[in-house]
Every structure is written in C-alpha cells, then in structure tokens.
DNA sequence: CTAACTGCAAAGTTTTTGCAATTGC
DNA sequence: GCAATTGCAAAAACTTTGCAGTTAG
C-alpha cells in the first residue's frame, strides 16, 4: 500500500455545486444539509439529497466551507467545564449572567518569528 | 393546553445510570454514546444502548453533563469565519501562526443588574 | 403501591454509498 | 473520450420510542 499525493483528483465544476455555494454564501443563519437541498430545489428542482451531501462534503473537505454541529448527530459526552467550544448561551445558563458579547484573542507566533525563533510576547507578560 | 412546572417528574436512581456518570467522570476523553455503552457492559452486561441514550439525555438536561459535537449527525454548514467555535488548530491553520495560548472573554450583566436594567460597562466602551 | 426505570426491538432521522446515466474539460 | 458528477434508491449510522416487565422510594 503506497501513499500517492497524485491520488486527488480533480475538481470538475458542476452547476448543483455552484447552487450550494451560492445558497451558503448568501445566507446568514447556519443551514442544515436539508434547508440547503430544499433551498437548492428551487433553482434545480431534480437535485438530490444524495448530492447535496456530496458536494458538502467535498466542499468541507477543499476548506471551502465549515461543518458546523449542533446537539444531534454522532455525539460525544463530557462533564462541564468552560472550554474554547463554550458558548455565550452556556455561560449564560452556568452564571445567571446576561452576556452581550465576548471577545476572543490567540497569542502566538507569526510565521516570521517562528523560524527566528524569537519570543517577542514573552516580555510584556 | 396549560404549562404545568409540577410536571416534572422525579428521578430515581439506577444502577445504570450511576454506572453511566461514573464513567463519564473516570476518563479524560470525549466519550461517545456507543464507547460509552460498550464501556459500561464491562459492569452490566444486559445494559442496552437504549437505556444509554435516555441516561445521557437525561444527565443532559439535569445539567450533569454536556453534549458536545464532532463532525457527523445533523450538521449545518457555513462559510469560514473566526468564531467562538474556533479551535487554535484552525486559526494556526487559517494564518500560519503557531498559537501559544489563548484568551475569552464574555462581557454582561451580572443577574442583579439585569433586575436594575443598569448597563455599567457601557460607559467604558 | 406506583411512577420511574429497564431491555428489547422497531421505527425514525440523518448521512453515505453503489450504480447506471450524464456532463465538463 | 474519460474521469468527475449526478439522480435515485438502498444501505448504513446514529438516536428515539413503544411496550411489557422490573425496581426504587
């Protein structure tokens, strides 16, 4: 068994794809594969699921769009605890605190001073 | 139809259930319905996968445990944006930078300046 | 006692996949 | 042409639910 990067193959552009896309970029709310099929019907009333699933996928998979998942599906388990994944709502329901906003910041490297290996950061801590 | 609050009824222990949380608060990982199911046939082996999914939903609502959610079930799909969900593995993806740490915040009200309808941090802003 | 809980199996929901036909390059 | 894509339908994967029997309080 051999590892090929000449595997991929390549994208064909097909006018159900370009349906879906259109239909993630022009919305605001985070459809469900199935909103998007229904969505999709209206522009190309032989669609299928099938193919909808297909194309989200691929999408997904070029990191064209994100799959985004809520409290269904393949599910995992924890006790609580406040993570990067928390949500305002949680904090709300954990604190009795009505939140209005949040901010999030990274602190890291850039590409730069990692191959200098400098730590600038490091002295304003 | 009326909305009663006594309608909630009151929960029994079970040897299931208590099996269940114990194994959720003895591992380190994300546990999925099935892991967890196969996991606790090792204590109760007529334990069924049935009696696991209401056992979580249950824990769910209590607030005992979250539900959290990789990529599978009932997905909704977007396109790529940095938000609260964002892991630093995504964001070292999105810019090339090697993320050290992160920070998140969330700015509201505290329940009794709900009551006050005070907004005390507006000033600051 | 009896309401909550259980195991089992059937049903429900969401996603993937096999296949023959179609389409983009 | 030929590989990528599609529609359709069947299968797979995951979760919920109905029911009759069991159990905790």
New binding site residues.
Partial sequence: MELNTHD??????????DC?LRILRSTKIHP???WIYESARKD?P?????????????LRDEGKIKELCY?????RYDVPHISLRASSIEVEEMTGFRIHYHRLEFIGLCPDCINRSEIPWRSQL
Avoid: F
């Fill in positions: 991929q193959k390549k994208i064909k552009s097909s006018r159900q794809r879906i469900t594969a199935d190309l032989n669609i299928s699921l099938g193919t909808v699933y297909r194309n989200l996928n691929l409290g269904k599906g393949i599910s």
